[in-house]
């Protein structure tokens, strides 16, 4: 800046400045008509803050490195971008051919029409007209056999590659190559200037499953543009047609809009069928009138003739009692010695008379038989008197019935499987096992019996016989009631059904012990009342493990059979085994509160034994 | 001035018609662009079916169709009458909906300068915006060939459901249905009478095709299944295994031995029949695809889709050759001309026909206001077009005549909305017509051998103008 300012102005303008000069007195004559639209770089000095950004800032040249900026001279290093406008494609005539676009991406035999005057109708030809006409047979001709071929092709490649399994293909000639190494001496291909190749094709294995997976499924590509649509837009529906659209929804007897179901006295209400009067033809009515009307008459007959009949039966009867009157009368005065004449007939013609009068009963029975049901009649006479060999001959079942025992079928054959054996293959029934096993007496005998030795004393040596009688009938029980004063009370019961309803084993004891000990009676008895009376009290007991008892329990004891349900309560608390008559069998205890005599409370053990056989301990 | 008029009333005419307006039988307008006039009156006709199409003023049958003789000069006298009935009702809606007084410029059809092309009025008008639209040469309805009516001729009962689908044999002895009650029939032609039942579909059967080439039933059904019956044995030999869905129809191809199906699974599956191999899937449709038809000519495979589209296809690569969007709605009919190299496609707005093999735009067959189920062409150019609330419309193919309506009534015992049309089909000698119905019944129709051009005529109008529908 300094510098230029001292130096003189130069006399000589240089080459740059020359061009300058001039560029400035054409834009100052240009200035008048038109602004100049070009850009230039600042010159240098003045491009501070100056960032290239256009093309032309560039000018023609290249990046300006001292501007620490990405700069593209010449869009050099910019990512190119596509333009998918169609370059404008002329006709013959010089006229714009708009339908480039819509044929861009077709195939180039595609027929496409875009114009007006494709949707023209045109003028109405003669049928004769040469445009109008089939191609010849051998334009067809032709073009059949060029397709054939190609379908066939097609088809024959296609049916190939659904075989699994397809010849092996037939190998190409082999080829012979000469071949004419480069590096040529002695040391080299064994000497031998040339060589010949024999190349073969290899074979391939025609069962080899494919290399190289097929199975993806390829997306389809882009589907080619659509056509131009050659149609001037649908009109707009009318009214009319809109509501000649709409259809009517159904409506339902049952469901209401809703979906709900119709209540039925409202459908019903809905559909006015009780609005309607039923009109019942008035033949309906004679006809009842008449039905009712002869019903009536044909009583009135049937009356009428039971009221003849009757009087014919009544007149009968007296007929017949008088005709007896009259004999009674003349057996009297036979009696009364006066004969009449009537006693000279003999006895020879009255026997006559008896057997002809039989005979006519017969027939009448016959008669009246056959009259009766002349079919089974018949049938029934003609088999009376048939032969036994006729009878099996013509197959008339014999009704004849046998001594010998018949079994059920079905009850055979057991041993056949599933269908046969377990209840004919019902799934309901569970017959798993088609019979016991080892059934029969002697098992229970070996499994459920006391062993001798152990219980001898108890039962003595007739143990046999008491297991094999029957345990309740006819065998007088008998309980050995032990007080805790040791006393031992015998008692016998008749019927041993009555062993387990105490109750009624109570007013036995009473009945029959009264008189043998008085005692200990009034004291059962006491006993039993007060336990009857209380039965909380029975519940509490000092021992823990019979307070275990249940309050419920006794509860129930107390509204059915209570005794009895109570002392089975207790059965599984108390097992004695100190005890020398408990004998495996039910050890029944009671706890009971007595009133007279013993303070404290008492036990009571009622051991019934197998045969009927029981203890009260008290 | 007058086609201004006329391009105004265009939707008022052709607003849907209601069946009652069908039964009533007055025309709705004298200047009805398409010469969809109901019978008058006085024409005798079966109350179980509609003919339709009186021209108020035939051309006699022997003149010639030239300018001079566009103009009748003896009018029959059902022409006059049904011009009387429908003069008032079409000048009264002219005067209503005419915006400014223009005197004499809408004439009655019969009126000696209408013969004129339009442009030339409307040149006197002055208008030139309009003019430089109409310079051009303004499109006039050819002549329609001429059709005898068909009649119905019996009905066939049998079947325990829906019938969808119907196939005559090759050698016209018997045609095949098959029905909602997933049975297939076959049935003597002649005499109607049942022949067999196919029992094995376990869902409704919703095609049926007889093999020209060998002596194979096709049937395919709502079960996902395509069977291949032997007609010798009455058994199937082989099932075709491939749909996800419902299968809704099937082809066969002309020479080669090829099937194709179409189902709800949007796609179509070419099969080689002897192999059971699918050779192609033609996916591409984005909906049910409804019905397919081969050809052994390019594009060999057409499919109608309920996406709205037809596509081509080119059976070698298995690929789309082209794709018609013109339908607004479901397409479930295609059929192919016998003759022609042409194609109709059947939907609820329009029956579109197009020229082979690509596909271009012919012309529109309107007027058939119902869902199209199935389309049937013979070789006398007869379009019958069937719809699922029961009509039938029959049109001359050329022109787009709609030269009869019919709406069978239902079999007894069957609701009226129980009318409805599955599939029609030509018998081989094309004297029979034999249509699928909802009424669980089959009808066949034959030509009216009484009718001739004069009981029945054409009521065409020369300078009838279509209407333009996209």
Redesign the interface.
Known sequence: MALTSFLPAPTQLSQDQLEAEEKARSQRSRQTSLVSSRREPPPYGYRKGWIPRLLEDFGDGGAFPEIHVAQYPLDMGRKKKMSNALAIQVDAEGKIKYDAIARQGQSKDKVIYSKYTDLVPKEVMNADDPDLQRPDEEAIKEITEKTRVALEKSVSQKVAAAMPVRAADKLAPAQYIRYTPSQQGVAFNSGAKQRVIRMVEMQKDPMEPPRFKINKKIPRGPPSPPAPVMHSPSRKMTVKEQQEWKIPPCISNWKNAKGYTIPLDKRLAADGRGLQTVHINENFAKLAEALYIADRKAREAVEMRAQVERKMAQKEKEKHEEKLREMAQKARERRAGIKTHVEKEDGEARERDEIRHDRRKERQHDRNLSRAAPDKRSKLQRNENRDISEVIALGVPNPRTSNEVQYDQRLFNQSKGMDSGFGCGEDEIYNVYDQAWRGGKDMAQNIYRPSKNLDKDMYGDDLEARIKTNRYQGRPLSFNIYTSENKVVHSHFSSSLDLFPIRSFLVQTVDKEAEKDQFSLRRILSVWTNFWKKPSNTVALKDPQIAAVPRNMSMKAKREGRSRYFVQSERTVVDNPNDASHMGNTLYMARIKTKSGCQSPALLFITGEGGGYGKILL | MAIKLRNEYGPVLHMPTSKENLKEKVPQSASDSYGHKQYPANQGQEVEYLVTGTHPYPPGPGVALTADTKIQRMPSESAAQSLAVALPASQARADANRPVPTGGEYRHPGAPDRAQPAGAVVMEGGNAKNSALMAKKA?T??KPQWHPPWKLYRVISGHLGWVRCIAVEPGNQWFVTGSADRTIKIWDLASGKLKLSLTGHISTVRGVIVSTRSPYLFSCGEDKQVKCWDLEYNKVIRHYHGHLSAVYGLDLHP??D?LVTCSRDSTAR?W?VR?K????TLS?HTNAVATVRCQ???P?IITGSHDT?IRLWD??AG???????????SVRAVVLHP????FASGSPDNIKQW?FP???????LSGHNAIINTLTVNSD?VLVSGADNGTMHLWDW???YNFQRVHAAVQPGSLDSESGIFACAFDQSESRLLTAEADKTIKVYKEDDTATEETHPVSWKPEII?R?R?
Do not use: C, W
């Open positions: 499109p309805m050819p020479t080669i090829v070419i080689d192999t191999a699918s050779v192609h591409g052994a000519a390019e060999q589209t059976l070698v690929k789309t050759r082209v794709t018609l969007t013109n339908h607004k709605k003759r022609h190299y042409t020229k690509d596909g271009s735009f012919i012309q529109n150019g050329r022109t787009g279509k333009k996209f």
